[in-house]
């Protein structure tokens, strides 16, 4: 290994919302953003600069679009032009401004649960519908899509597709086959796609992704793509994201919706950290994948082991894990208070990914592996204690 990823950084009296929310005797497995440092091309680009040390309005890097470009078409055979791409400072920002795009007061947003909580609720802030499509949990713990029940969510006011793909908390990277069939039904009923794909380069062996708007020129037409530097190296803090819109009328009416709600451009740090992470943080991130599916083995291990009766579908990407508690006795089928009150581990609650996340969690294990076994003992001891 070149990297060290079981090098324990200790962030607990840093800025960090993961190490902060809770007590010092807790281990934060929730938000999702990683204990690892960034690649050392994107600290030594952002130090470079710092020294410069004037931080005023930034311009959009031209340097950056074109390796975008660049790196689109190599991964995914998808040509799409630099004009194509608009910075933004997050991909939540990114769908709500999409939302804001596209629909009108009345309209319904279509998303298949569970999911990411800001994903469930953009709907609600724009004064739209959420017309949900439940994903299907199958016996393994994996989770397919339920045909009948995405087109029967989708009434004459759903405007837009709402994807997360690798998708956030199931963990799944859908396949060519369903990517397919939800954009020939969504082709069908005339909806927007907006495909959040934040999670795009943290896939597994045997799981690549696909973007859904590089199936075909028809289907570009009508997605925004949300992607980001800030999953995958680990930039959240820094604020820098970017849409791909080919379909020049729907981008104008993007970058209207973002004039004043996303004034000027994104974080200027965000750009060069973006930049340096594209040109030169490939060999850090093939060894970071490496890791990560280790780590996700590891999880799928302990748990199958360990703390049956609780199950998990494996991860095919991301670095999150979706366990389904719904079989332990735990008291008010709360597993999420449980772990935090009794074990010491904080974890996403899957209330908050809506009512089909009641009785799971999901578990961050973009961490050292020894931390994440620690907490995983925690979690053990604790349910002996039922
Ligand atoms: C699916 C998904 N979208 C968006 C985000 C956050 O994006 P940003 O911080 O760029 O707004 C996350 C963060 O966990 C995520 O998992």
Not at 43 to 68: D, K, Q, S
Not at 77 to 106: H, K
Not at 149 to 166: D, E, Q, S, W
Not at 292 to 318: F, K, S, W
Request: net charge negative; charged share 20%.
């Amino acid at each position: 290994m070149t990297y060290d990823f079981d090098q324990i950084i200790d962030r607990r009296y840093s800025d960090s919302t993961k190490w902060h929310k809770y007590g010092p005797d807790v281990l934060p497995l929730w938000i999702a953003d990683m204990d690892f440092v960034s690649p050392e091309p994107v600290i030594h680009a952002l130090r470079a600069r710092i020294e410069h040390g004037v931080f005023g309005y930034g311009m959009e890097l031209p340097e950056l679009n074109e390796t975008l470009v660049d790196l689109l078409y190599k991964r995914y055979d998808w040509q799409v032009s630099p004009e194509s791409l608009v910075m933004l400072p997050g991909v939540i920002a990114g769908f709500n401004l999409a939302g804001r795009a596209v629909t009108v007061p009345g309209d319904g947003i279509l998303m298949q649960t569970p999911v990411y909580p800001p994903i469930l609720r953009a709907p609600t802030n724009m004064g739209l519908s959420r017309d949900e499509a439940a994903l299907m949990r199958l016996a393994d713990g994996r989770y397919a899509i339920d045909f009948d029940a995405f087109k029967a969510a989708i009434t004459a006011r759903t405007r837009m597709f709402l994807l997360c793909n690798p998708h956030n908390p199931v963990g799944r990277v859908f396949q060519h086959h369903e990517l397919t069939r939800l954009a020939e039904i969504c082709l069908r009923h005339n909806l927007v796609i907006c495909a959040d794909e934040i999670h795009c380069d943290l896939v597994f062996q045997g799981h690549p992704h696909l973007p859904i708007a590089s199936l075909a020129p028809e289907v570009a037409d009508r997605t925004i793509t949300l992607m980001a530097p800030s999953k995958t190296y680990n930039l959240a803090g820094l604020k820098c994201a970017f849409a791909i819109i080919p379909n020049a009328t729907l981008r104008e009416k993007f970058l209207a919706a973002r004039v004043d709600l996303v004034h000027g451009t994104a974080n200027l740090l965000g750009y060069v950290a973006a930049l340096a992470a594209y040109r030169d943080g490939q060999p850090w991130l093939d060894e970071l994948r490496r890791y990560l599916a280790g780590n996700g083995d590891c999880v799928r291990q302990y748990v199958d082991t360990h703390l049956p009766p609780i199950t998990m579908g494996t991860p095919e990407g991301t670095y999150l894990a979706w366990l389904d508690c719904r079989q332990v006795q735990i008291p008010l089928n709360d597993p999420y208070t449980f772990f935090l009150e009794r074990a010491k581990v904080a974890l996403n609650n899957g209330m908050d990914f809506g009512q089909d996340g009641q009785g799971f969690v999901r578990l961050n294990f973009g961490c050292p592996r020894v931390l994440l076994i620690q907490a995983l003992d925690r979690m053990r001891q604790a349910l002996a204690t039922l």
